[in-house]
């Protein structure tokens, strides 16, 4: 794993300014068109258990509670996912300029800057306002069978696709612009070429009980979430699914989400179409820009240094209150804590959401004279 999930830096205030004492304290925590390989661009949640509009169209809850959906915002009619104070990131393909706007939580953020790479479908915008809040970054290598959430917004599941007198899948439904979420798991990492890269391959193969759902025209851009130390992170960005598919009886060209293409014939190229065979089910994939191998390019944008330590706060007693300084990176989310026993104390964080500026930040604690002894941490979450 690339740097650690939280850094802190600490500092004493006593209760005379004169017995300031500070402390560097480090805990390391723990759109559719078929391109040349056949993949449509994709991005609506498709169950295989319903075809009810309405399910799973609010935030997961349970141990999926804080799996992604709390950063899911709309660009155009896309999903992008938030990523450092000011940047969130979508599919290169669904394109936008800096006179859209991205709602985040009902809010909007205007763009002023797009950062693109001729390695990957990805696509970073930098905004003039400040996010609450953002996505950490998945960094681990290991995605393969790794359990997952989805996140798209699009078409209803379709009509059945009948194949010899067996329903193999469904037709790709009606948009509706809804947000919805699944799970599945990473069933391989594949490399779709020169501008497209690493992708995380996703089947819809029917192991994953009722959450299991597939991709489908309307919305590329939604997250992929992989947990890693606990955590959900963003692991993916939605590109594309397996297709065209014709069959043998009318030569009619169509999109759907399958669980055997067998019998089916699918498009390789703008010209090309191979018969799916085979003795055992061959399920359609969707797949997504794999974020693990281009986190350098993600991190030269937003400017984050994961292995830069953070300053260690001052502080200073100004009447009833004390305040605390600290040099800031103009795109972190920091936030502060307190206690009155730093050996084996509880940390009570009394700040956050505190935006970096690119130059000394300070923020007020007007409860401190109350105990003879405070400590206090910095911290940023990535």
């Not at 938030?82 to 990131?89: G, L, M, R, T, V």
């Not at 479908?121 to 997952?148: C, G, K, M």
């Not at 240094?305 to 989310?333: E, K, M, Q, Y």
Request: charged share 15%; glycine share 10%.
């Amino acid at each position: 794993m690339k740097g650690s999930c939280v850094k802190w830096s600490a500092t004493l205030v006593m209760n005379r300014e004169e017995n300031q004492l500070r402390m560097g304290l480090a805990v390391v925590c723990l759109c559719i068109f078929s391109l040349l390989l056949g993949t449509p661009h994709a991005g609506a949640v498709i169950f295989q258990s319903t075809s009810d509009p309405g399910y799973n169209t609010s935030a997961p809850t349970g141990a999926l509670t804080n799996s992604g959906w709390q950063y899911q915002g709309l660009w155009l009619n896309f999903l992008g996912t938030p990523i450092a104070p000011q940047y969130f990131i979508t599919a290169n393909h669904v394109g936008g300029t800096t006179n859209d706007v991205f709602f985040f939580n009902g809010r909007p953020y205007h763009p002023v800057a797009a950062f693109k790479t001729f390695d990957s479908d990805l696509a970073i915008w930098r905004v003039q306002e400040t996010f609450p809040s953002y996505a950490r970054l998945y960094s681990s290598s290991n995605e393969t069978n790794q359990h997952l959430i989805v996140f798209g917004r699009g078409t209803q599941r379709g009509a059945p696709v009948v194949v010899g007198g067996q329903t193999n899948g469904w037709f790709w439904g009606a948009p509706d612009g809804v947000q919805r979420w699944g799970e599945n798991d990473v069933a391989a990492i594949t490399n779709l070429g020169v501008g497209v890269g690493d992708m995380l391959r996703v089947i819809f193969d029917g192991n994953d009980g009722s959450n299991e759902c597939h991709l489908s025209d309307g919305d590329s851009g939604g997250g992929v979430f992989i947990q890693e130390d606990g955590v959900w992170k963003l692991a993916g960005i939605n590109h594309g699914v397996d297709g065209e598919f014709s069959n043998a009886v009318d030569a009619a060209v169509f999109t759907a989400a399958l669980t055997d293409r067998r019998g089916l014939f699918q498009q390789t190229s703008t010209s090309d179409w191979i018969p799916i065979n085979g003795a055992l089910p061959v399920p359609s994939a969707f797949y997504s820009t794999r974020v693990s191998a281009n986190l350098d390019w993600i991190y030269s944008v937003i400017d984050f240094n994961l292995d830069r330590d953070l300053p260690t706060p001052t502080s200073l007693r100004i009447g009833s209150n004390v305040l605390v300084s600290f040099v800031s990176a103009t795109n972190r989310v920091y936030f502060v804590q307190q206690t009155t026993n730093a050996v084996d104390g509880e940390w009570i964080t009394f700040t956050n959401d505190v935006s970096g500026t690119g130059g000394t930040v300070t923020v007020v604690d007007p409860n401190a004279p109350a105990f003879p002894t405070r400590y206090y941490r910095l911290g940023f979450a990535q």
